[in-house]
């Protein structure tokens, strides 16, 4: 079967060379988005028949590529669950950017890169030697950071995508270092080989941190989250949605795949550094969120957060399986694994709904919307779906994962090292923490946004957009419900990839009684979401009954209360920066260095009074600024470089070649 998603990987990739030549012409984005979607969904339909089949891995090489190894391609349960995460979301997207993508004043900038993203993604998970990954991992990387400079004329757009190209370089060079670590000084860049190769604890551990740093850029681990906020408001909403939900599942698949398909282990202490990035992503991704007011740079800040929980899984689960445990490992991995798919499905739907929202009022900002549930029915319910999911509430599916992800934690006192079982109770509060942030990040979306009175002309006069775009996004949102309710559906088809990658799955779920999950033990914990829906929709339409039968039947209207004044002022409710307030003043001065600046007229003047916050970034200004001026101080030392003499350039070609040979014998 791994012919058929190559091949229709590179019908995709084709595709976007045809568009080049479609894209002046009318009715080309329906035709190239349309087409993308039919390929993707048929890739999809691939992958799920391969993972609910239990076939056995399919390879293929091709005589191109390394010319003593050609290019190897595989699919295996692994890529199986990660093709249906690329096909399924892909599919969805390229049917709402059928609608969308007329709103696209220079759709030739988009067309011909689109479809062969798409391709590239899937490359890079069928891969199956280190440079056919890298080389498609490139190809993806270069083809996102066109996407995101789609809009180029806009000055923000240029320097997000500055900033997207730098982090792709340098983390396309840790992923180089790990790969070569890997093969070794026999140069096996095929996975078997490195399968093979039993590395020792700390050689391991290194290719762990190059992979944290390599794949962990992409997927937005905290502190090489950066480009993430930058590049998702710049980039078209189609291709937001396609990067926050699609592209940073590729990054964390390079994650597992040599985490824990090709490295034999690590050090014992590798999973405390992935639990402790896991969860500190995870809180300072919510807190970012909580403080913007651009729609769009709000949603990216929350994929920051849902890879940080993705990472705690993938902790957890590396944890467990270095001490045996193979049950938990079980669980932790189908957590992560089930976070994954929930993310790719949640993040999709809300990256649509925002550029929805954008283009029926024309901004981001958050601060001049309002009352968009009157103009716009639609597009506010699947909004409030996606909201509820990603908020991690029942019944919808980011409850599941994450509820899955708390039982493993409360499986972390039987690990025998102390230092896990002191850090994960901690993880573990961490997360909590994070999944109630969220809620209330969510509240203040939806309410600003959609709920009380319009903040400008334009949400006034917004109108709902297009059939395609409400179809997709409809989809999307039955599908937070369904996996929401019927997760043993989902928990066994995800048991032959942990069980390729923990040696170990989870007891059969959909046997059970009214599709009940138990995770561990039906006296220890369990959950039926089909059961938890009837009794919020029976409770609910119990006290919809209780109030309209008991209440007053009179239907008054009045203006809304302010203060004792009839001041019809939009500006009166409650907007991004007053619901933030008090979480910014509790959390932001110790975290982002907050000051709010209150500017107040004299008595008897005039002029208005003026409220300013300003706010720093503490990882960009400690971080990256710092780094960015030791670059430059070596580059002014290495600027002497260029005025040597011939002798003294030829001694330090000479030094460093002995170096080199030096290394490569005591590596022997």
């Known amino acids: 079967m791994v012919n058929l998603v190559l091949g229709g990987a590179l019908l995709l990739m084709m595709l976007g060379l045809a568009s080049v030549v479609l894209a002046g012409r009318a009715g080309a984005s329906k035709i190239v988005y349309g087409a993308s979607a039919l390929l993707s969904a048929l890739v999809a339909v691939v992958g799920l028949v391969f993972l609910l089949s239990l076939a056995p891995s399919s390879t293929l090489i091709l005589p191109i590529g390394l010319p003593w190894i050609g290019a190897h391609f595989r699919l295996d349960a692994l890529a199986a669950f990660f093709v249906i995460v690329v096909g399924f979301g892909s599919a969805i997207i390229?049917?709402?950017?059928?609608?969308?993508?007329?709103?696209?004043?220079?759709?030739?900038?988009?067309?011909?890169?689109?479809?062969?993203?798409?391709?590239?993604?899937?490359l890079v998970v069928i891969a199956d030697d280190a440079f056919t990954f890298l080389l498609s991992w490139e190809v993806m990387s270069l083809l996102s950071w066109a996407l995101v400079l789609a809009h180029h004329r806009e000055q923000a757009v240029r320097s997000a995508s500055l900033v997207y190209l730098i982090m792709a370089a340098m983390g396309t060079m840790a992923l180089i270092l790990a790969f070569g670590l890997l093969a070794g000084p026999v140069g096996g860049y095929d996975f078997d080989h490195m399968r093979s190769v039993a590395e020792s604890p700390l050689l391991g551990a290194i290719v762990v941190i190059l992979m944290l740093v390599g794949a962990g850029s992409k997927a937005g681990i905290v502190p090489l989250h950066v480009w993430l906020p930058q590049a998702h408001p710049a980039a078209p909403s189609q291709v937001s949605a396609m990067m926050s939900g699609i592209m940073t599942k590729v990054a964390i698949y390079g994650f597992i795949r040599v985490t824990f398909d090709l490295l034999g282990g690590a050090a014992w202490w590798m999973p405390e550094i992935v639990l402790a990035v896991g969860a500190v992503t995870a809180v300072m991704g919510v807190l970012y969120a909580l403080m913007q007011h651009d729609l769009k740079r709000l949603l990216a800040y929350h994929t920051v957060e849902n890879i940080g929980i993705i990472f705690i899984g993938l902790g957890l689960a590396m944890a467990f399986r270095h001490y045996d445990m193979n049950a938990a490992a079980a669980l932790a991995m189908v957590a992560a694994l089930f976070h994954i798919l929930n993310h790719s499905v949640f993040k999709s739907l809300l990256f649509l709904g925002a550029g929805a929202v954008q283009n029926a009022t024309g901004s981001r900002d958050m601060e001049e919307m309002g009352g968009l549930i009157h103009r716009m029915p639609v597009t506010s319910v699947v909004f409030l779906v996606g909201s509820i999911a990603i908020s991690a509430l029942p019944p919808f599916n980011g409850f599941v994962s994450e509820w899955l992800t708390f039982q493993a934690i409360l499986l972390s006192p039987d690990l025998p090292d102390w230092g896990l079982r002191i850090l994960t109770p901690g993880v573990g509060g961490m997360l909590a923490l994070a999944a109630a942030l969220a809620a209330a990040c969510f509240v203040k979306v939806y309410g600003v946004v959609f709920l009380?009175?319009?903040?400008?002309?334009?949400?006034k006069t917004a109108q709902e957009v297009d059939r395609w775009s409400l179809a997709a996004m409809a989809v999307l949102a039955v599908v937070c419900l369904l996996a929401g309710i019927f997760p043993g559906f989902v928990i066994d088809a995800l048991s032959p990839v942990s069980h390729a990658l923990v040696q170990s799955s989870m007891p059969v779920q959909t046997t059970d009684p009214w599709l009940t999950i138990t995770p561990v033990a039906s006296g220890r914990s369990s959950y039926n979401g089909l059961l938890v829906l009837l009794f919020i929709a029976g409770s609910a339409s119990f006290a919809a009954w209780a109030i309209h039968r008991f209440a007053s039947r009179g239907l008054r209207r009045a203006p809304a209360w302010d203060c004792g004044f009839v001041l019809d002022a939009p500006n009166t409710q409650y907007g991004a920066a007053s619901f933030a307030q008090p979480i910014r003043r509790t959390f932001g001065t110790a975290v982002f260095r907050v000051v709010e600046h209150v500017?107040?007229?004299?008595?008897?003047?005039t002029a208005p009074a003026k409220f300013r916050v300003t706010m720093r970034d503490p990882v960009w200004d400690g971080f990256f600024v710092r780094i960015g001026g030791g670059v430059g101080w070596l580059a002014d030392k290495a600027n002497r470089l260029q005025f040597l003499t011939i002798r003294k350039y030829l001694s330090v070609v000479f030094t460093l070649l002995v170096l080199l040979l030096l290394v490569l014998t005591l590596w022997n």
């Open 94 to 122: 390229s049917i709402y950017s059928i609608g969308y993508g007329r709103h696209e004043a220079e759709p030739w900038r988009v067309l011909p890169f689109y479809p062969s993203f798409i391709g590239a993604m899937l």
């Open 599 to 605: 500017s107040m007229p004299r008595p008897g003047s």
């Open 452 to 459: 009380g009175r319009a903040r400008s002309s334009q949400a």
